[in-house]
Structures are given as structure tokens and as C-alpha cells.
């Protein structure tokens, strides 16, 4: 009877460890998330083969061309936009509200963003597909972004200044 507690506690205890290890995948810290290995939701018509790699933290593609003035670091950008984690869950959108406006490439926003506008022209619209790295981080941004979180982004870039 003795043998047989201490394996149930050995395969208990091994158990535990392999779904905590399953579920902590992608979350650790630092272990930053890694888009080509992502499985993204259907929904988000996110197709890594079809986007413009700028970086192994960084995809991104025209959905619609714009014809305005192109986005540039340092100029004033104002954007409506939606954020999506690979899962399909929005955490965070502007649409219907008012615009954001920031100056591009100075740290105002996610590093992501201040590299994935870049080149868009006014009246474009955008999917950026943004690494941990290039995104929150391994802390996140509580409560609806986990650490370590590819991000996807939908930006239509309103106008450039």
C-alpha cells in the first residue's frame, strides 16, 4: 500500500508539471511571444505569407493603399484603430470614437506601432501583426492583454501632419 501512495504522488506531482508547463506556454517570463509560430484565429485574416516581414516581431500589410501623405518619424499621425490577441479576443478599439493622434516614431506608442505605420499614406489602412517584443512585453497591459502576447492591430490611418 506504501508503494502504491508514493507512485500516485510521483505521477500526481508529474501530471501537475506537464499541464503547468502546457499552460504557461508562450507566457513565461522572459520568453517573448513569436508570431510565425502563432495559430491566429480565423477572423482575423491574418496570413504571415501574404504580409511584409520587417522583422521577426513585425508584420505588416497594406488592406487598403492610401493616397494621402505617407507616415513618417516625426510627423503628427492621427489613427482609428482595433487590437485583437491571436485568439480572436478584441481588447482594445477607437472606432466610432475619437481618433488618436500621436507624432510617429518617438515612444508615444508600442515600439510596433511606431515601426509598422511607417510608409502607410493617409487614407490607408493597415494589419500589423506585433510580437511581445515589439508590443507590451512579458508585463503586459493589464487586464485584457496577457505578457508575452502576439498582437494583431487593424490601424486606418486618418491623416499625417
Request: charged share 10%; proline share 4%.
Amino acid at each position: 500500500m506504501l508503494q502504491h501512495r508514493s507512485f500516485v504522488r510521483r505521477s500526481t506531482a508529474a501530471i501537475f508539471l506537464v499541464l503547468a508547463a502546457g499552460c504557461l506556454k508562450g507566457t513565461e517570463p522572459g520568453t517573448p511571444s513569436d508570431p510565425a509560430t502563432e495559430t491566429y484565429a480565423a477572423s482575423l485574416g491574418v496570413n504571415l505569407s501574404q504580409m511584409t516581414k520587417i522583422s521577426n516581431d513585425l508584420y505588416i500589410q497594406d488592406v487598403i493603399a492610401g493616397g494621402g501623405t505617407q507616415a513618417a518619424a516625426g510627423k503628427s499621425v492621427s489613427v482609428t484603430y482595433t487590437g485583437w490577441l491571436v485568439s480572436g479576443t478584441q481588447f482594445d478599439s477607437n472606432v466610432g470614437k475619437t481618433a488618436l493622434s500621436f507624432p510617429l516614431g518617438v515612444g508615444r506608442v508600442i515600439p510596433g506601432w511606431d515601426l509598422g505605420l511607417v510608409g502607410m499614406r493617409a487614407g490607408g489602412t493597415r494589419r500589423l501583426v506585433i510580437g511581445s517584443t515589439l508590443g507590451y512585453g512579458s508585463d503586459g497591459n493589464a487586464p485584457a492583454v496577457p505578457g508575452n502576447a502576439t498582437l494583431v492591430f487593424v490601424v486606418q490611418l486618418l491623416s499625417v501632419q
